[in-house]
Each structure stands twice: as structure tokens, then as C-alpha cells.
């Protein structure tokens, strides 16, 4: 079950979140998240693939990677990690526009994960240029249904 939500902090207003119980140990789930072999088969929207250039999932570490769009457009992307605890937390910074931080954890629930991101924009109207210019509330539901198709293949 997913649920993309507004919390009722004071940083609402810039706010993307989403929860998502996945049908996978929580190593599995953080072990297709940090891994570029992995990561690369889902990350994105529907009809986005990847080019990892470099993937150092360490505190400071870089993930610097391509994103190419199904209209043939690319998305340059770099994140900078600032900490990483396996395998329950990833708290990054994405320093190509739009800029943002991300917080991902990774909460066991018996053989299951409870996935929660959340996104924190530099400002509102940052948020909302981000939603209308790059759909960014819906492509984090179709990555997340992505990821969530791709654990699901280890099931089988």
C-alpha cells in the first residue's frame, strides 16, 4: 500500500513524502537501493533508464548518473550522500537543479520493509516549479511502483 502524503510540519509546504510497504527483508530492499547493478533497473519514472557514471554509497560519497527520458531528453544528476546507516537509512542531497534533500529509511516489519522518503525542498515555489516542470509527486510514485515491481522479481 502507498501513500504519498503532506505532513503537518512547518516545512509542509515543501514537502514531497511517500510510504510504501514492500514484500522484501529490509537488506534486500537497501541492497537494490545502494547498488548501481541494481538501482539502475528501476530508478525513475516509467520509461526512464539509467547510465551510472559513479555510485560511492559512503558519508560524503558521490552518485553522479544519467537519467534518459522515453521522449529521448537526458537529466544529468548528482547526489551527495550525508549519511548512510545500513539498512536502515540514506539521507542525501540532490546538488543538480532542482535542488532537495532526501531522507529514505528502512524500517523492518517481520520479513516485510516499510519504505518512507521524504523529500525537502529549498523552498515552496521550488516545490511546485518541480511538480509542474517535471511531474516529481507522480514520477515518485512510478519510482517507487518500479522498485516495488523489481523486489518483487527476487520473490519468485
Do not use: C
Not at 548501481?36 to 551510472?52: A, D, R
Amino acid at each position: 500500500m502507498e501513500q504519498l502524503h503532506q505532513t503537518t510540519s512547518d516545512t509542509a509546504d515543501r514537502e514531497l513524502v511517500i510510504s510504501r510497504l514492500l514484500k522484501a527483508p529490509r537488506e534486500l530492499v537497501f541492497e537494490v537501493w545502494t547498488n548501481p547493478e541494481h538501482i539502475k533497473n528501476w530508478w525513475g519514472p516509467n520509461g526512464f533508464t539509467n547510465t551510472i557514471s559513479k555510485m560511492d554509497v559512503k558519508n560524503g560519497g558521490e552518485w553522479n548518473f544519467m537519467m534518459h527520458g522515453p521522449d529521448g531528453r537526458n537529466y544529468d544528476n548528482k547526489i551527495v550522500f550525508i549519511e548512510i546507516i545500513k539498512p536502515e537509512l540514506i539521507r542525501y542531497k540532490h546538488v543538480t537543479f532542482p535542488h532537495f534533500d532526501v531522507r529514505v529509511q528502512f524500517e523492518a516489519q517481520q520479513n516485510n520493509t516499510l519504505l518512507n522518503m521524504h523529500m525537502l525542498f529549498e523552498t515552496k515555489e521550488a516545490l511546485q516549479k518541480t511538480i509542474e516542470v517535471f511531474k516529481a509527486d507522480e514520477g515518485l510514485k512510478q519510482t517507487i511502483a518500479r522498485l516495488e515491481a523489481y523486489i518483487d522479481t527476487f520473490n519468485q
